[in-house]
């Protein structure tokens, strides 16, 4: 038993490398076609799916004269169903639905599978919401360009203390139904110090899909990302 630890640990770094090779592999096949991509990961029910909605609505709203809308797609990972794959699609999006028969994130192997069912020639930004859980999704690279956490507010501020890895590891932090702030004790300097303590750089944007407060800031930086992206950088 004395050995068991650290034949473990061997076994998740190689793991973890064949992953990361996967990683960056999708992350050059989507830059090539010209789609960057963004994995979201949240708690379940932080409203990943309605912000994809409400994300590509916005998008297109804020389209100008030379500057065509990012036209969307979705990778959407769950444990079981397609419920939020088909709430997509009925909004006519291009989407695929993995399913993790219980497994609690994605990797990149799927999503690299998930990509051969996607019009990629039609997409300009790739939404991924991984599974929702706020632990090992932090793991594990899914060749996505920037990683993004929600935080809602029913979840309290708290939450970046608590689950301090997968904060580190985004580009940007939304914290979603910010429409609920007058009903529920929710301080968002708190939420925003928790951040802080390990991110020093991710913008902290409030935003309500249902309300369309938000998310402005939300698409502009997302605009800005994708230009970055394609323009050769991987993070903004
Ligand atoms: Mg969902
Ligand atoms: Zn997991």
Redesign the pocket.
Known sequence: MIDSPSAEVTLNVSLTAANDADADAIRRRLQAAGVTAVNLMASPGAGKTTLILATGRALAAQAAPGRPPLRLGVIEGDLATRIDADRIAAAGFPVVQINTDG???LDAAMVAAALNTLPLAEIDLLLIEN?G?L???AH?DVGAHAAVVLGSLPEGDDKPRKYPAIYATADAVLVTKFDLAPVLDFDLTAFEQGVRLVNGDAPVLPLSARSGAGMEAWVEWLQALAARVQDGDRAP
């Open positions: 497994g609690c994130h599974v859980n632990v090992c999704p594990f």
